[in-house]
C-alpha cells in the first residue's frame, strides 16, 4: 500500500498529467500515463483475488476523495480537472494530499453526523464501495460499446451517424456511397423537403489513433453554405489541438463530437429511434441503485 508521501504524490501527478491533457482524459489513459512514472513495488503490481492490479484499484478509490474535495470531477468513464484542481496541483504534495482528506472529511461529516471519516487509515467506507461498483460497471458496459464502434468499418459507422441523426428528428436525404464523397459524408436536413434551415453537413473519420485534423476542419468548412448550413465532424478518434483552433476561428459553425460524445448522445436519443435504426447499435437498460 501506498504510504502517505506516495499518496500525496500521486495525487499531484495525476492532477499535473490532467493539466497537461488540456484538462480531461479517460481514467484508464491518465492511470497508465501515471504507471509510467511510478515506482511501483511488487506487490503494488499484483492483482487481487478477485481481479484488478492492487495500485490501480487502490488509485480508484483514491480518487472518490480527489472528487469529494472538488479537484476533479467524473462523468462516463471521463474525469476532468476542475478550477481548484488546477490551481492546487503546483503546490507540494504533501498539502494536496493534507488538503484532499479535510475535504473529504468534511464531505462525510456533513452527509453522517454520526459517522466522521477514520481520520488514520482514511480506509473507504460502503458508500465508496459502492460508488467504486457504480463507477466500475458504467466503465465497463461503456468501455464494450466503444470497443464494438471502434470494430465497425468506415461505412457502418457513417451508417450509424445517420441513424443517430434520425434519431434526433432530422431526415437524411444523402449517405455519400462508398469512393469519393466530394467532403459530405451525410447531409441531415430538418424536415424532408428541405424548407427549413439549418441543413447540416457531415464528415464522418472512423479511425483508431489519428486525430482530426486542422486541414479536415478546413475542408469541412470550405464546403459549408454559412447562410443556410451548419457542420458536424464526427471522429472516433477524437480531434487535435488545432483543428479545435480552427473550429473556434471558423465562420461557419461545426459542432465536434468524439466518440465518447457521441455514445452519450447514443444513449440519450436511443428511445426516438425506431426499431430499424436501433439494428445499427442495439443497447438494453440495466437499472440499479446508484451512489448520491
Request: proline share 6%.
Amino acid at each position: 500500500m501506498a504510504t502517505l508521501e506516495q499518496k500525496g504524490e500521486r495525487i499531484k501527478l495525476a492532477l499535473t498529467i490532467l493539466k497537461e491533457n488540456g484538462g480531461e482524459m479517460h481514467h484508464r489513459e491518465l492511470i497508465d500515463a501515471m504507471g509510467d512514472n511510478l515506482r511501483l513495488s511488487e506487490d503494488e503490481l499484483s492483482t487481487y483475488d478477485g481481479g484488478g492490479v492492487k495500485w490501480k484499484v487502490q488509485l480508484r478509490y483514491s480518487s472518490i476523495g480527489w472528487a469529494k474535495a472538488g479537484f476533479i470531477r467524473k462523468r462516463k468513464g471521463i474525469w476532468y480537472l476542475t478550477p481548484e484542481g488546477e490551481e492546487i496541483s503546483s503546490r507540494p504534495a504533501e498539502e494536496i494530499r493534507k488538503t484532499v482528506k479535510e475535504r473529504y472529511r468534511e464531505w462525510k461529516n456533513r452527509r453522517d453526523e454520526d459517522q466522521p471519516a477514520d481520520v488514520e487509515t482514511e480506509a473507504p467506507d460502503d458508500e465508496d464501495d459502492t460508488a467504486l461498483v457504480f463507477e466500475t460497471a458504467e466503465d465497463r458496459s461503456l468501455t464494450e460499446i466503444r470497443d464494438h464502434i471502434r470494430a465497425l468499418g468506415p461505412y457502418e459507422m457513417q451508417d450509424l451517424v445517420a441513424a443517430l441523426l434520425r434519431g434526433m428528428g432530422y431526415v437524411t436525404p444523402f449517405i455519400a456511397p462508398k469512393g469519393p464523397d466530394g467532403g459530405t459524408d451525410v447531409l441531415a436536413m430538418p424536415d424532408a423537403l428541405g424548407v427549413k434551415t439549418p441543413h447540416v453537413r457531415v464528415q464522418v473519420k472512423h479511425r483508431q489513433d489519428q486525430k482530426c485534423s486542422g486541414p479536415e476542419i478546413d475542408s469541412l468548412q470550405g464546403n459549408i453554405n454559412p447562410l443556410r448550413e451548419t457542420g458536424l465532424f464526427v471522429s472516433t478518434s477524437g480531434f487535435s489541438p488545432p483543428a479545435k483552433q480552427k473550429v473556434r476561428m471558423g465562420q461557419a459553425h461545426i459542432e465536434l463530437i468524439d466518440l465518447d460524445r457521441f455514445i452519450e448522445l447514443w444513449i440519450e436519443n436511443y428511445p426516438n429511434l425506431s426499431e430499424e435504426d436501433r439494428g445499427f447499435l442495439r443497447l438494453r437498460p440495466v437499472y440499479f441503485l446508484a451512489p448520491d
